[in-house]
């Protein structure tokens, strides 16, 4: 059996080919669901007039363009040779939420739309914060173990969803119940500053985790869950 990169924690070739494989499952879930979650969210944003969830709802298709630049990239002999592409991809998605959603935002705090209630768009943002740690922790604990930078940071797109659709859901729930129009503009705010923000470290990432097969002869260092990558234990951190 040969092995790929050096260390305690070296990969099999027949772990690398699980690893990628459920990469490629992984990406797929998170497609199949952040579609039906971006129709959902831009026609109930569109409908009540909400700039929180016409951002959420681009937020999925981001999702999606992130999810797709990952399956591109595990659907070759060698993964690792298209990780930059799929990371700029990443990165330019993220810079075009952040600018579609704050011109929607400014517009709605000055005026130009005033959003209404809407019950869709709260158990949206209640089940949406229920799935998406669950695709993020696996596709995160996988993409450490391949040293996969990408991986690693589709997961952490995955991740954002949760605090968006908490986010959107406070300003959802405030306009709602006691009226404050500005609190939906505001949640959209949020959301492209985050995105903004992650954006800048998707575009940063491919110098952080090298691949794995990159690295044969270097010494790895194990993240805080047991992966690796081949950056120091910050990069692997879950919170980065």
Not at 54 to 83: K, M, Y
Not at 215 to 236: K, V
């Amino acid at each position: 059996m040969t092995s790929v990169g050096s260390g305690p924690r070296s990969l099999t070739t027949a772990r690398r080919a699980v690893l990628e494989r459920r990469v490629r499952w992984i990406v797929t879930a998170t497609i199949a669901y952040n579609v039906v979650e971006a129709v959902v969210a831009l026609t109930a944003g569109r409908l009540a007039s909400s700039a929180a969830l016409v951002g959420f709802g681009l937020d999925s298709v981001v999702e999606v363009l992130s999810a797709a630049a990952v399956a591109w990239q595990f659907a070759a002999p060698d993964p690792h040779r298209r990780e930059r592409v799929a990371l700029r991809v990443i990165a330019f998605s993220f810079f075009g939420l952040a600018a579609f959603v704050t011109v929607d935002a400014v517009r709605t705090l000055l005026g130009a739309a005033e959003p209404d209630h809407s019950t869709v768009g709260i158990v949206l943002a209640a089940v949406s914060l229920a799935v998406m740690p669950l695709l993020s922790w696996f596709e995160r604990r996988t993409g450490r173990e391949l040293g996969s930078a990408s991986a690693v940071s589709d997961s952490k797109q995955t991740l954002i969803c949760t605090y968006l659709s908490a986010v959107l859901l406070v300003g959802l729930v405030l306009n709602s119940t006691l009226g404050w129009t500005w609190a939906d503009p505001l949640a959209a705010l949020v959301i492209a500053a985050v995105a903004v923000r992650e954006g800048l470290e998707a575009w940063r990432g491919d110098a952080c985790c090298t691949p794995v097969a990159a690295m044969i002869g270097a010494e790895m260092s194990e993240g805080p869950d047991g992966g690796t990558c081949g950056c120091g234990d910050d990069c692997c951190s879950a919170d980065r």
